[in-house]
């Protein structure tokens, strides 16, 4: 997939045709195959009470209204920035009101837009500390599965790192980081309430769990056996956490919609990674892959 990244100067109009911007380093596009999938528009949508999706028909992208300031989950890439501020507007919300931007993974097609949003709102970014590193340096991690596929994103300078099971508190919104490793060692999924009067539903924002790789990359291998044990780690997290409605990183991970608010949405998204681990495991073994 990143065989295919190359740099062009253009953007996703709303009928999803290319048209020419003025470059600008933090938003510069990555265009690959599947961009205008994942671009695709979407209108922002409630999920239930203060909690938003701002994102797109392939990548997901969430607002958190807290009271006292927004929290956004994820970035989508680079050159989605701007369309996501103009749906936190579209919404009646001020883009400098975002005091945290929440990360899942240091990959470009979630992390690529980090930069650009956090300039133009003043905004912190949070990870944990693998994915800060990478966050950093714009580039993957040595470890990562997909790390010979190349490529970079632009580097995000003003971060805050936390510690898995730590709570984020903004305004009437707690917010508690999963560590989620497997896809990558830094991912990191999220937690809330969110609430209409008296009912409250437990939200989580998931981070990508598939057991995708670079070619050549085994996860049977010696260096592979941490990352299949971070999935297994992963697995256990998402079936023990309260969840009432899923979002995921990539909508279609989750079910058919742009989130899932089916009982047991959680339990199923780490059954999927589960079979799809096994699969892997198995065509290795088979020599397939």
Not at 52 to 69: K, P, R, W
Request: charged fraction near 20%; charge should be negative; include cysteine.
């Amino acid at each position: 997939m990143m065989k295919a990244l190359v740099l062009g100067f253009w953007m996703m109009g709303a009928a999803g045709a290319a048209t020419p911007v003025a470059d600008d380093p933090l938003t510069r596009p990555i265009a690959v195959e599947r961009a205008k999938e994942w671009l695709k528009p979407a209108p922002p949508e409630k999920v239930f009470g203060d909690t938003y999706l701002v994102g797109f028909g392939g990548l997901s992208v969430a607002l958190i209204d807290t009271g006292e300031g927004l929290v956004l989950v994820d970035g989508a890439l680079p050159q989605a920035a701007p369309m996501i501020l103009a749906n936190v507007r579209a919404l009646g919300f001020d883009p400098k009101d975002i005091k945290f931007i929440l990360s899942t993974e240091p990959h470009w097609d979630h992390a690529g837009g980090l930069a650009a949003l956090a300039r133009d709102t003043g905004a912190t970014v949070v990870a944990s500390a693998r994915a800060a590193d990478a966050l950093r340096s714009g580039e993957m991690a040595e470890d990562d599965p997909q790390h010979a596929y190349g490529g970079s994103f632009p580097a995000v300078a003003r971060l805050r790192v936390v510690k898995d099971g730590e709570v984020l508190t903004l305004g009437r919104a707690v917010i508690t980081a999963h560590a989620t490793p497997g896809h990558t060692a830094g991912s990191m999924s999220w937690s809330w309430q969110a609430c209409e009067g008296t009912t409250c539903k437990a939200i989580v924002f998931a981070s990508s769990l598939n057991p995708v790789s670079a070619d050549g990359y085994r996860y049977s291998s010696a260096a592979g056996a941490s990352v299949v044990a971070g999935f297994e780690k992963s697995h256990a997290v998402m079936d023990a956490l309260p969840c009432d409605a899923l979002i995921s990183a990539h909508p279609d991970n989750a079910g058919s919609g742009r989130y899932n608010a089916a009982p047991g949405a959680c339990g199923a998204y780490a059954d999927r990674s589960r079979g799809l681990l096994a699969k892997r495991l198995a065509e290795e073994k088979a020599g397939v892959k």
